[in-house]
């Protein structure tokens, strides 16, 4: 499934808004003119079972060698799951830290030494939790092949994060897609291209003149 289709979809059930003008704010205090709910997904059956289906597609192409998925806690449980079922292969997920009581597991599932995982993410903005993520099953004793995840808006801080793990990323679809479909949509207009481009590379400076 092409990029621009994937796209499509999120522009659909609203998963990403874009606000130029009424830029959001993010937990870490960013401002941003894009909101993205990718959980949204999981609402909407053909919409869920398409984005499903993109991830076997793209992990068959990727990563043949794949033997269980690992979904990031807690955007990812589902879609990790689904996309496990699909392809008849183990699951497990990465908490964000370990549980502080009982077993004290950050992964949760069967940690097997002899599989070989993918990790499956809903979002990556800046890599943070992703590479935690990685870098938790790592430390468990697991092969990480790489990291799949729906959308990602393309930060270089990101590929900077996954370069520390010896993995890399992937996504279903991204930000230039997104763009090139809200256009054609008329979500936002040609000349707001420039400035959520300048976003894109200086998000943690962004608005310039602020």
Not at 21 to 50: A, H, M, V
Request: glycine share 8%.
């Amino acid at each position: 499934m092409s990029k621009l289709k994937i796209a499509d979809y999120l522009l659909e059930i609203k998963a990403v808004r874009l606000q130029v003008q009424q830029p959001f704010t993010w937990s870490s205090g960013w401002k941003s003119p894009i909101y993205c709910d990718n959980r949204l997904i999981l609402s909407y059956p053909e919409i869920r079972k398409g984005v499903s289906e993109a991830f076997v597609e793209r992990i068959k192409e990727t990563y043949p060698q794949a033997t269980a998925i690992a979904g990031v806690a807690t955007g990812a449980i589902a879609m990790g799951m689904l996309v496990a079922e699909a392809m008849g292969l183990p699951f497990v997920y990465v908490r964000e830290k370990p549980k502080g009581h009982g077993m004290q597991n950050q992964v949760e599932g069967r940690a097997d030494a002899s599989w070989k995982y993918v990790v499956i993410e809903d979002l990556i903005s800046t890599g943070g939790s992703s590479v935690k993520a990685v870098k938790a099953l790592q430390a468990a004793g697991l092969e990480v092949l790489g990291t799949l995840a729906i959308f990602s808006y393309g930060f270089p801080q990101a590929t900077a994060a996954f370069a520390e793990t010896g993995t890399a990323f992937h996504t279903l679809t991204g930000l230039d897609a997104l763009l090139e479909q809200a256009i054609k949509r008329d979500y936002i207009r040609t000349e707001e291209i420039e400035t959520i481009q300048n976003w894109q590379q200086h998000p943690d400076a962004w608005p310039v003149n602020a």
